[in-house]
């Protein structure tokens, strides 16, 4: 069994910042990318950063320059720190994470429950 479990949401002023954390747990053999997905009230659920075991990350245009995705391999803990943060941010941020688990053969995903986030004066 695999949990992943999002912490550090809650409201915000715009321009304010909020760090995210995801860590997961459970029978894990290996995790190839973390990465952060929202879905805002009407939308579909949209990447906003990911990062590989190496390092490698990639980031939704609308939130460069403003966000970053951090990794601690060995707490298999994801982070995301965002800064300036405007309204259009509002929206239930998921961490993801591709894995294996102990005595499989591939990887699957894997969703945490999902932290809100509201940016609003």
């Known amino acids: 069994q695999v949990q992943l479990v999002e912490s550090g949401g809650g409201l915000v002023q715009p321009g304010g910042s909020l760090r995210l954390s995801c860590a997961a747990s459970?029978?894990?053999?290996?995790?190839?990318?973390m990465g952060w997905y929202r879905q805002a009230p009407g939308k579909q659920r949209e990447l906003v950063a990911d990062?590989?075991?190496?390092?490698?990350?990639n980031y939704a245009d609308s939130v460069k320059g403003r966000f970053t995705i951090s990794r601690d391999n060995a707490k298999n803990t994801v982070y995301l720190q965002m800064n300036s943060l405007k309204p259009e941010d509002t929206a239930v941020y998921y961490c993801n994470a591709a894995l294996v688990v102990a005595g499989a053969q591939k990887y699957n995903d894997y969703w945490g429950q999902g932290t809100q986030v509201l940016v609003s004066s």
């Open positions: 990062i590989t075991t190496g390092g490698s990350t």
């Open positions: 459970g029978s894990i053999f290996s995790i190839y990318v």
